[in-house]
């Protein structure tokens, strides 16, 4: 008996053009990002999983052990800040974390418990430690406008660049267009964020990016209060002066409809 697959076909239509229309913008549909060697999978806002060769890396793991099934128990996991869009000690103790390294700022080991110090790489800003053959730096993160200050004070988060086989990513964690990020040099994808009033704008997250040059940027961590960024703005104002910039979207926000 020959199959009807039209209904099938409609809906995977259907469902396509919904997400493409989300936010009233047209938005690369893509929710992962794979190569040869690395796959990036966003999880929600700051939160994602990265396979790099055959190491598994939680970064910011939060939204409890269920956010992350399906993947791989990590190698390591990679924490910004305190804040709890960044750090959730409930979802660490859910996961299975035993084989785990665990690199985080001070302000986060100071409140982790004693369970996981076997487990703890505590990097300074500016300091540098190699795991599973891969480079992790940390890089200051925090914020420059005046009525922004308490939210992110320097020295107490990190953003981290990954390095492996002469590849370069890079994770801002909270910031905003610091001269430490507009000094970066080879950046391969930079994970750039972008809300107010907890970190910057679009027009300096894109001016920043305009100046560091990484071969792809990602734009995460872009949902704010009241609002939610304009990423479509954010990939106009980075093209229109440097096409060789290439920004892609990832759907960090799969439970809104914004």
């Not at 305190?82 to 035993?98: A, M, P």
């Not at 300074?124 to 430690?129: E, F, L, Q, T, V």
């Amino acid at each position: 008996m020959k199959k009807n697959y039209l209904p099938l076909i409609l809906v995977l239509v259907l469902s396509s053009m919904y997400k493409e229309i989300k936010g009233h913008e047209i938005v690369d549909t893509t929710v992962k990002y794979e190569s040869d060697s690395l796959k990036i999978t966003p999880i929600e806002h700051a939160t994602a999983v990265l396979e790099w060769k055959d190491i598994t890396i939680y970064i910011d793991p939060v939204g409890g052990k269920e956010a992350f099934e399906g993947h791989y128990q990590p190698d390591l996991i990679l924490i910004t800040d305190i804040h709890g869009d960044h750090f959730s000690l409930e979802t660490l103790q859910q996961l299975n974390t035993q084989k785990a390294k665990i690199i985080v700022p001070q302000a986060v080991a100071d409140k982790m418990p004693q369970e996981f110090t076997p487990q703890i790489d505590v990097l300074d800003n500016g300091a540098s430690k190699e795991r599973y053959g891969i480079t992790i730096e940390a890089i200051p993160m925090y914020n420059l406008r005046e009525e922004a200050l308490k939210f992110h004070t320097k020295g107490r988060g990190n953003g981290y660049v990954l390095t492996m086989d002469a590849q370069k990513i890079y994770f801002s964690g909270d910031t905003e267009d610091i001269p430490e990020m507009r000094a970066l040099k080879n950046i391969d994808k930079a994970f750039v964020c972008m809300n107010l009033p907890y970190t910057m704008t679009v027009e300096n997250a894109a001016n920043a990016v305009l100046e560091f040059k990484p071969k792809e940027v990602y734009p995460y961590h872009y949902r704010g209060r009241p609002n939610v960024s304009d990423v479509k703005k954010f990939k106009m104002l980075i093209n229109q002066e440097n096409q060789h910039i290439k920004v892609i979207q990832l759907d960090w926000y799969p439970k809104d409809d914004f």
